[in-house]
């Protein structure tokens, strides 16, 4: 479980192409600049964010993102959580493993945004399709 | 979708990169690149992401791409102007950006397609003469 209080009315995107990836990219750059992330958090946030998005979109047949700010009573951060209702994640260990790949790409999506972020949750199986929460704080 | 540009200057294809490419805008450069090294006979090609706030997995691969083609078709690629935030998150990211040249600006990107031609070719290549740059880079 991830802790932190909800500010403010999440904000959604729905991912159903290419062009949605760069909305994702934008709306999550907005939310990190608002909350007061430094610049390299930022990159880093998006990138991840650029990272799972396309995956959603092209593992997961498409889905929607939401961007929140939260706070910890110490930090403020920004969580974003990707869904999709595809096929799931069958074997996680190795989705999860640098290189691995059945998309035809570098296989860093997956394991190179979990470095780049604070909290990374992931929710999957066979037929449940993936939500996958992550949340960057700001230091 | 958008289309990045290419601009021919002397022997060289500068590609400024202004947008947030879509994976599909990025595809097409790739494409359009290969197409204009060929037609142009060009030898150099700087790519310029100055203007990127991010490089993720896919962009930095298609970067990876253009320098395998363009050495395939005899050209040089240098990538230019990478944010240093940029930089710390691809190494974060795990992306190595194997076989990419990269230069700091578009000018000493230049000066490395020259000074790269010019070890290869057989012939002696008389270097513009780049001695005593003046300026302090504030190193200490």
């Known amino acids: 479980m991830t802790a932190g209080v909800d500010l403010g009315q999440p904000r959604t995107q729905a991912i159903r192409s290419d062009e949605d990836v760069v909305r994702v990219r934008q709306l999550v750059r907005t939310v990190a600049v608002a909350a007061k992330l430094s ?19 092209v593992y997961g047949g498409g889905g929607a993102v939401e961007v929140t700010t939260v706070d910890n009573g110490l930090r403020r951060g920004v969580r974003i959580l990707f869904a999709d209702s595809g096929p799931g994640i069958a074997d996680l260990d190795l989705a999860l493993t640098d290189g691995y790949t059945t998309g035809g790409g570098l296989g860093l999506g997956l394991s190179g945004a979990r470095r780049l972020v604070d909290e990374f949750d992931i929710d999957t199986g066979v037929g449940k399709g993936t939500r996958i929460t992550v949340t960057k704080w700001a230091r | 979708m958008e289309r990045v540009p290419i601009l021919k200057i002397g022997d060289i294809l500068l590609v400024s990169i202004q947008v947030d490419m879509s994976d599909q805008t990025a595809l097409q450069l790739q494409e359009d690149l290969a197409e204009r090294i060929v037609a142009t006979g060009c030898h150099g090609v700087i790519i310029d992401i100055t203007a990127l706030d991010i490089v993720d997995s896919f962009v930095g691969r298609m970067l990876s791409t253009i320098a395998s083609i363009s050495k395939v078709l005899d050209a040089e690629t240098v990538v230019v102007g990478m944010r240093p935030a940029v930089a710390i998150t691809l190494v974060e990211l795990g992306l190595s950006l194997n076989g990419i040249r990269t230069a700091l600006n578009v000018e000493r990107g230049m000066e490395l397609v020259a000074a790269a ?5 057989p012939y002696d290549h008389e270097l513009a003469d780049e001695s005593d740059e003046a300026e302090t880079t504030g190193s200490p």
């Open chain 1, 39 to 57: 610049l390299v958090d930022q990159t880093k946030l998006v990138t991840a964010a650029s990272e799972l998005a396309r995956n959603t979109l």
């Open chain 2, 117 to 121: 031609r010019a070890d290869e070719s």
